[in-house]
C-alpha cells in the first residue's frame, strides 16, 4: 500500500497569513493527489484534485502543488471559515489511501 | 443537484454482518465512468477507505479488511450497498458513500455512525 504521510499534524495560523500543508507519499504517484477538508461534524469536502485543480466553489486563496512523491496545499490569507483538518488522498492506485490529517487552527 | 445519504442499523453486536446502503440521486451508476466508494471514519480519527464499484460494476476492495467486505448496487433504485462480516468494536465509526469519478470523492454523504458492541 502507498502511505501517505502529512506535515504538520496541528497548525496555528493568524488571520491572513499563508500556510502550508505538506503530504509525502511512500511512492511515485504522479499527479494524483487529492486535498480535502472537513469541519467538526460534517463530512470531508474535496478542495484540490489532480494535484493542483480547484474544486468548483473552493475559494482561490487555496492552491496545490507537487508531483511524485512531495506534494502541499496552499492557503493564501488565512481566513476563520478556513479552519478544519485537512486530508490528502492518493488518487493513483488500489487501496485508496488517505494522510493522518492536518489540524488547522486560527 | 448530486446527493447521496447513507443509511445503516447504528448499533449492533459482534460478530453479526454490518449492513450499509447508500442512496443517491443527481447521477447514475449506468453512466460511464461513475462510482460509488465506502470510507469511514473512526470518532476523532482520520478517513480510511473501505470500497469502490464502477459504473461497469467492477469492485476494488481494502486489503486491510481482508474477505469480510462486499459491495453491490442497484442501478434501478439508485442505491450501492456495502455490508462488513464478522464485525468488532473496531468497526465502531463513521460509515460515507461518496461518488467517484477519477479516483477523488467529489460528493459525499453525511455519514451514518454504526456501533459495534456486546
Known amino acids: 500500500d502507498i502511505q501517505m504521510t502529512q506535515s504538520p499534524a496541528s497548525l496555528s495560523a493568524s488571520l491572513g497569513e499563508t500556510v502550508s500543508i505538506e503530504c509525502l507519499a511512500s511512492?511515485?504517484?504522479?499527479?494524483?493527489l487529492a486535498w480535502y477538508q472537513q469541519k467538526p461534524g460534517k463530512s470531508p469536502q474535496l478542495v484540490i484534485y489532480?494535484?493542483?485543480n480547484l474544486q468548483d466553489g473552493v475559494p482561490s486563496r487555496f492552491s496545490g502543488s507537487g508531483s511524485g512523491t512531495q506534494f502541499s496545499l496552499m492557503i493564501s490569507g488565512m481566513q476563520p471559515e478556513d479552519e478544519g483538518v485537512y486530508y490528502c488522498?492518493?488518487?493513483?492506485?488500489?487501496?485508496?489511501?488517505f494522510g493522518g490529517g492536518t489540524k488547522l487552527e486560527l | 443537484q448530486v446527493t447521496l445519504k447513507e443509511s445503516g442499523p447504528g448499533i449492533l453486536q459482534p460478530p453479526q454482518t454490518l449492513s450499509l446502503t447508500c442512496s443517491f440521486s443527481?447521477?447514475?451508476?449506468?453512466?460511464?465512468?461513475?462510482?460509488v466508494g465506502w470510507i469511514r471514519q473512526p470518532s476523532g480519527k482520520g478517513l480510511e477507505w473501505l470500497a469502490n464499484?464502477?459504473?461497469?460494476?467492477?469492485?476494488y476492495y481494502n486489503p486491510s479488511l481482508k474477505n469480510r467486505l462486499t459491495i453491490s448496487k442497484d442501478t434501478s433504485n439508485n442505491q450501492a450497498f456495502l455490508k462488513i462480516t464478522n464485525v468488532d468494536t473496531t468497526d465502531t465509526a463513521t460509515y460515507y458513500c461518496?461518488?467517484?469519478?477519477?479516483?477523488?470523492?467529489?460528493?459525499w454523504g453525511q455519514g451514518t455512525l454504526v456501533t459495534v458492541s456486546s
Open positions: 461518496a461518488r467517484t469519478t477519477l479516483g477523488w470523492f467529489a460528493y
Open positions: 443527481g447521477f447514475s451508476l449506468n453512466t460511464y465512468g461513475m462510482g
Open positions: 464499484i464502477w459504473w461497469d460494476d467492477d469492485k
Open positions: 511512492e511515485g504517484i504522479s499527479n494524483s
Open positions: 489532480g494535484t493542483s
Open positions: 488522498q492518493q488518487t493513483y492506485t488500489y487501496p485508496r489511501t
